[in-house]
T-cell receptor, first 115, second 114 residues
């Protein structure tokens, strides 16, 4: 079945540091790939997505590129802020329409950014 | 404007009780989901409904029974609560016709079974 392997946390960085959170996946075909973020005490919010190979998703300074050859979707940000402290989830879903498809999530990576 | 809402936000109850969690979405989506997040933050699908019809039913104890009165609502009823049911439960919704399946999540319901 489909699976997502995500970098173990927690990750602690100083403000303005560079962030990478690794994510690799196993799936049949070419799934859609997502990064969701969960701020303390809140639900999940979509951070960015990519729907085909070589697509780059970006939002709020975060980026991730869909790499089919390495089955990866690593999350990066050039300069993190304290407000980026949250749990980040990598997820995938099969691409199709007309049928319900679940999201398969990675285990989540807790990021703490110190001032 | 709340897109996906859940009630209650917190639920504390005794073992053996029966409880319900309600979910509503105003996005016009036709598909809704329930996910369980355990204490280690791991998220796993429980159920999915499309237009009031059960589509995804993962291996979940039959003490859990979803009910969808209409396509904007998906409720979760849990009978005979056990300690292991303590978790955060998230409702989500999506448009089944959108190929890439972007799902919108509610704020979660934190269930604590004592």
């Amino acid at each position: 079945g489909d699976s997502v392997t995500q970098m173990e946390g927690p990750v602690t960085l100083s403000e303005e540091a560079f962030l990478t959170i690794n994510c690799t996946y196993t799936a049949t075909g070419y799934p859609s790939l997502f990064w969701y973020v969960q701020y303390p005490g809140e639900g999940l919010q979509l951070l960015l997505k990519a729907t085909k190979a070589d697509d780059k998703g970006s939002n709020k300074g975060f980026e991730a590129t869909y790499r089919k050859e390495t089955t990866s979707f690593h999350l990066e940000k050039g300069s993190v802020q304290v407000s980026d402290s949250a749990v980040y989830f990598c997820a995938l879903s099969p691409i199709s329409s007309g049928s319900a498809r679940q999201l398969t999530f990675g285990s989540g990576t807790q990021l703490t950014v110190l001032p | 404007d709340t897109a996906v809402s859940q009630t209650p936000k917190y639920l504390v109850t005794q073992m053996g009780n029966d409880k319900s969690i309600k979910c509503e979405q105003n996005l016009g989506h036709d598909t809704m989901y329930w996910y369980k997040q355990d204490s280690k933050k791991f998220l796993k699908i429980m159920f999915s409904y499309n237009n009031k019809e059960l589509i995804i039913n993962e291996t979940v104890p039959n003490r859990f029974s979803p009910k969808s009165p209409d396509k904007a609502h998906l409720n979760l009823h849990i009978n005979s609560l056990e300690l292991g049911d303590s978790a955060v439960y998230f409702c989500a919704s999506s448009d089944i016709e959108v190929p890439y399946n972007e799902q919108f999540f509610g704020p979660g319901t934190r269930l604590t079974v004592l």
